[in-house]
Antibody, heavy 120, light 108 residues
Framework: EVQLLESGGGLVQPGGSLRLSCAAS????????MAWVRQAPGKGLEWVSA????????YYADSVKGRFTISRDNSKNSMYVQMNSLRVEDTAIYYC?????????????WGQGTPVIVSS | AIRMTQSPSSFSASTGDRVTITCRAS??????LAWYQQKPGRAPKLLIY???TLQSGVPSRFSGSGSGTDFTLTISYLQSEDFATYYC??????????FGGGTKVEIK
């Protein structure tokens, strides 16, 4: 059974940093792209970042480029996102999602989400 | 970036109804389209990928069609558990991967 478990969310001041983690199980982690997708309160889904199975390719939304860094450790079946220079508009539930293949595509499994609140 | 536009943004329906949700891409995306269902307080769930391929475990009353720029999600016989918000997503061209704005299906 595929399981994705996010952690690391919380309350942070504008300009602060946070590191989210996603622990995966139930599939061959290195064979699949992974991604972060967020949802601001009462809003729709917004793709944030993705990383291919090998970890050699990474992709970012313009809204987070230069501030967020996605990474993965295939030996630990884990994915991360380091979020720096956080803004109020980064407030959202952050979901970890498994891709349908080695490269970013659709997302066939999702974690339960971890909340990030950026506020002074 | 490819823009995905869903219509309607919300509507009311009754159990047993046949409902159709439309998603339009701002440029051709072949069949690189997925549909998701999201219920309040829950993570999204994949329903359909490659425009018309039903994800394992998803009831057959859900179906998808279309290619190019125009796509539809159809629920043939609406059940109580189907009241939710539905999103389309293109994966033809990235970054960015893009979602539609969502369609909320409410109980009439």
């Amino acid at each position: 059974e595929v399981q994705l478990l996010e952690s690391g969310g919380g309350l942070v001041q504008p300009g602060g940093s946070l590191r989210l983690s996603c622990a995966a199980s139930g599939f061959t982690f290195s064979n699949y792209a992974m991604a972060w997708v967020r949802q601001a309160p009462g809003k729709g889904l917004e793709w944030v970042s993705a990383i291919c199975g090998s970890g050699r390719c990474t992709y970012y939304a313009d809204s987070v480029k230069g501030r967020f860094t996605i990474s993965r450790d295939n030996s630990k079946n884990s994915m991360y996102v380091q979020m720096n220079s956080l803004r109020v508009e980064d407030t959202a539930i952050y979901y970890c999602a498994k891709g349908g293949g080695d490269l970013p595509s659709f997302f066939d499994y999702w974690g339960q989400g971890t909340p990030v609140i950026v506020s002074s | 970036a490819i823009r995905m536009t869903q219509s309607p943004s919300s509507f009311s329906a009754s159990t047993g109804d046949r409902v159709t949700i439309t998603c339009r891409a701002s440029q051709r995306i072949s069949s690189y389209l997925a549909w998701y269902q999201q219920k309040p307080g829950r993570a999204p769930k994949l329903l359909i990928y490659a425009a018309s391929t039903l994800q394992s475990g998803v009831p057959s009353r859900f179906s998808g069609s279309g290619s190019g720029t125009d796509f539809t999600l159809t629920i043939s016989y609406l059940q109580s558990e189907d009241f939710a918000t539905y999103y389309c997503q293109q994966y033809y061209s990235y970054p960015p991967l893009t979602f539609g704005g969502g369609t909320k299906v409410e109980i009439k």
